[in-house]
T-cell receptor, first 115, second 114 residues
């Protein structure tokens, strides 16, 4: 199936730990994104990569570090996890960076719970 | 900067009722406008879009018209079904230049009861 897939789907961990979420897309898209969705469903962009190059880096603590080994993968590593990091993290991809009709394809989300 | 304001939820309707979810935007220039839908436990998926003024996007019985004069993109459906229960997000992306971020509204939870 062509899709954006992210793992793990659920992640429960203790404060202070380091964790990673992986994302892969097989759509041949150039651009990938990480979004954070809080408990009120508000979506906020965190990062965007275009052909492995960091393009968008919103005001996100530097405990969050994205890595794109190739244009089909965008991983998110989080150091020293805090309670406020609990959220659903969505990976997404789009065919290219600049387009007025740019449509994003989202993964199913990774629910992170920090205890 | 660009922003999207959509009506606060939750919205609860009976099956076959008429649905309107209001969305207005603030943007410099002429953005493209989108409605995304998030079904329970899933990621967002595109519902419909419009890229220029007076365009009407439609899909699955949902419609929205890009109104430049009122900077609005209200979502409508004539007869909702239980399966339409989801969170609906209005969004915009600026056409052209380097401002390519998709900006979302806060989402509106719709619950349709049988």
């Amino acid at each position: 199936d062509t899709a954006v897939s992210q793992t793990p789907k659920y992640l429960v961990t203790q404060m202070g730990n380091d964790k990673s979420i992986k994302c892969e897309q097989n759509l041949g898209h150039d651009t990938m994104y990480w979004y954070k969705q809080d408990s009120k469903k508000f979506l906020k962009i965190m990062f965007s990569y275009n052909n492995k190059e960091l393009i968008i880096n919103e005001t996100v603590p530097n405990r969050f570090s994205p890595k794109s080994p190739d244009k089909a993968h965008l991983n998110l590593h989080i150091n020293s996890l805090e309670l406020g990091d609990s959220a659903v993290y969505f990976c997404a991809s789009s065919p290219r960076l600049t387009s007025g009709a740019n449509v994003l394809t989202f993964g199913a989300g990774s629910r992170l719970t920090v205890l | 900067g660009n922003s999207v304001t959509q009506m606060e939820g939750p919205v609860t309707l009976s099956e076959e009722a008429f649905l309107t979810i209001n969305c207005t935007y603030t943007a410099t220039g002429y953005p493209s406008l989108f409605w995304y839908v998030q079904y329970p436990g899933e990621g967002l998926q595109l519902l419909l879009k419009a890229t220029k003024a007076d365009d009407k996007g439609s899909n699955k019985g949902f419609e929205a018209t890009y109104r430049k004069e009122t900077t609005s993109f209200h979502l409508e459906k004539g007869s909702v079904q239980v399966s339409d229960s989801a969170v609906y997000f209005c969004a915009l992306v600026f056409s052209g230049g380097s401002n390519y971020k998709l900006t979302f509204g806060k989402g509106t939870l719709l619950t349709v009861n049988p």
